[in-house]
């Protein structure tokens, strides 16, 4: 048994299912959702919650419109709450340096309809996060600090509803890239937290979204 973390995560993702074990390598990983049960919450996923408001549900559904297979990972809480962020924080390892892409499906919400990624989670309250928005058009990047969150860049772009997507963070130090799509919406600076922290899924409010084929990458 290896007593790397990051080897020990990687084999312990493959042996339930969620990783592709043909993708993997020492600093790059690749989850899906098809060795996990509908209905279940995948073990290597912690959920969480930062602001108020009921527990989120994230659970395994089926969805055969995912090019990535048919299982995915659903936030499907409808609470209206709107200082509500729910949080699926993966068990890997810590990272401050990290690329992360994933695809999202927003579904529903009539108070918020988002998709996000969080990076460098130190705990449920301080971590970044970008995310697109369905009801807003747009693609915001925030610090979360004590469970405060401050927009520090930001676009619009068109992120329509019902339809498969990817966002993509890519965070060296303090600059931070956007991307929807494979396109590059925008850098931006900030220095507040340089540590290294989890990688989470995120959503706000009443958003239903579906998440699939997440990707992560350290230097």
Known sequence: MTNDPSRRFLFGLAGIGLLNPATARANALRLDFEGSPVGSLPASIAPALTGTGG??????????????????????SADKTDHHFPL????GPSAADVDV????????????RAAGIAVRLADKDNYYVVRANALENNVRLYRMVKGQRIQF?????????????ELRLMVRGSHFEVFLDGRNLYGAHDATM??????????????????DDLRMQTP
């Not at 527990?55 to 499907?76: I, M, N, Y």
């Not at 699926?88 to 068990?91: C, E, L, P």
């Not at 340089?194 to 998440?211: E, H, I, M, Q, R």
């Open 88 to 91: 699926a924080i993966f068990d």
């Open 153 to 165: 860049a930001g676009a619009d772009a068109k992120v329509p509803s019902g339809v498969w997507q």
């Open 194 to 211: 340089a540590g290294p922290g989890k990688v989470a899924l995120w959503t706000k409010a009443d958003s239903v979204t579906y998440f």
């Open 101 to 112: 892409a994933v695809r999202f499906k927003p579904v529903a919400g009539e108070v918020d």
């Open 55 to 76: 527990l989120p549900k994230w659970t395994v559904l089926e969805d055969r419109t995912s090019s990535a297979g048919s299982k995915v990972l659903a936030q499907t």
